[in-house]
């Protein structure tokens, strides 16, 4: 099983419409999780960390399921500049930060 | 906003040569990281860097590889003998603490290798 799986994609949707990701990980030790957004050939950019309570920022919802393994991202109203690939990472607390394999995401008019 | 900044670039180089890429951390931080990424692929852990010390590398980071921190503000990455598998996308990124901590990455180093 992969460290951190993620669905590739890619979601088409339109502006305006409400799309989630999952992301999957399979050490049950891992303690911290972030959503990064990465433009094409461009560096990847933190989006958001994600809590065990669950947290927003904006249009953005992160939650965080420990007894399923899972995170997920929840993008509402989505706009043209959303288009990117979402990028799921998973530290266990050691010197580390592993990357999913990233899920494309396409807006349109 | 405190950035990391690689260089070069761009790096076009010949198979078997050696090639060293430049980064500077945030001057704050305290953990420094390279990963890569292989055109299309995902981004792929290289190794992490501490107190002067490797404190944790991936397979790929085998004896072609090594790191350095040659004075308070540059960190290298060095391959030894290039092969055309190194092409890729080198990204240094650091951090303030780790495992919590969220990474700053730099704008990446394009390795071709021909």
């Known amino acids: 099983r992969k460290e951190v799986e993620q669905d590739p994609g890619p979601f088409n949707v339109p502006e305006g419409a409400t799309v989630a990701f999952n992301c999957t990980y399979s050490?049950?030790?891992?303690?911290?999780f972030f959503w990064y957004r990465q433009d094409c050939r461009k560096e990847p950019k933190l989006l958001m960390s994600v809590y065990s309570s669950g947290n927003e920022d904006g249009r953005f919802t992160a939650q965080l399921n420990r007894a399923s393994q899972y995170i997920s991202l929840l993008i509402r109203d989505s706009k043209l500049s959303d288009s990117a690939t979402y990028l799921c990472?998973?530290?266990?607390?050691?010197?580390?930060?592993?990357f999913g394999t990233g899920t494309r995401l396409k807006v349109l008019a | 906003e405190p950035e990391v900044t690689q260089t070069p670039s761009h790096q076009v180089t010949q198979m078997g040569q050696e090639v060293i890429l430049r980064c500077v951390p945030i001057?704050?931080?305290?953990?420094f990281y390279w990963y890569r990424q292989i055109l299309g692929q995902k981004v792929e852990f290289l190794v992490s860097f501490y107190n002067n010390e490797i404190s944790e590398k991936s397979e790929i980071f085998d004896d072609q590889f090594s790191v350095e921190r040659p004075d308070g503000s540059n960190f290298t990455l060095k391959i030894r003998s290039t092969k055309l598998e190194d092409s890729a996308m080198y990204f240094c990124?650091?951090?303030?603490?780790?495992?919590?901590?969220?990474?700053?990455f730099g704008s990446g180093t394009q390795l071709s290798v021909l």
């Open positions: 050490n049950s030790a891992s303690q911290s």
């Open positions: 990124a650091s951090s303030e603490w780790t495992g919590n901590e969220k990474l700053f």
């Open positions: 001057s704050n931080h305290l953990y």
């Open positions: 990472v998973v530290s266990s607390g050691t010197y580390k930060y592993i």
